[in-house]
């Protein structure tokens, strides 16, 4: 079915930059969502960000003014430009994708990319 692949994940300094892709398999139609979440060993997966169809975006407190979500609906990407990296942004990040159907949610999820920030 629908693949999510993920890339530009790996180890980053404090202060540096790191820049997350997400390319999907195919294109979706009606409401779609796209996100990254991630999730800290022993901990649960949190949401990052999300942007909606239209541009709008939502933050976890814990990024926000550091990463910038974004999409390209065309190519069916979502991207997270991640800033001023903290050694607790260290993580498996996920891409998601909620598509509203008949108003069900149906969510797709990246297989998850470590990032890790250390000195």
């Known amino acids: 079915q629908v693949q999510l692949v993920e890339s530009g994940g790996g180890s980053g300094q404090p202060g540096g930059s790191l820049r997350l892709s997400c390319a999907a398999s195919?294109?979706?139609?009606?409401?779609?969502?796209m996100g990254w979440y991630r999730q800290a060993p022993g901990k649960e997966r949190d949401l990052v960000a999300v942007?909606?169809?239209?541009?709008?975006?939502y933050y976890a407190d814990s990024v926000k003014g550091r990463f910038t979500i974004s999409r390209d609906n065309a190519q069916n990407t979502v991207y997270l430009q991640m800033n001023s990296l903290k050694p607790e942004d260290t993580a498996v990040y996920y891409c998601?994708?909620?598509?509203?159907?008949?108003?069900?949610?149906?969510?797709?999820w990246g297989q998850g990319t470590q990032v890790t920030v250390s000195s």
């Open positions: 195919a294109r979706w139609f009606g409401f779609v969502t």
């Open positions: 998601n994708v909620r598509r509203i159907v008949g108003g069900s949610p149906y969510d797709y």
């Open positions: 942007i909606e169809r239209g541009g709008d975006t």
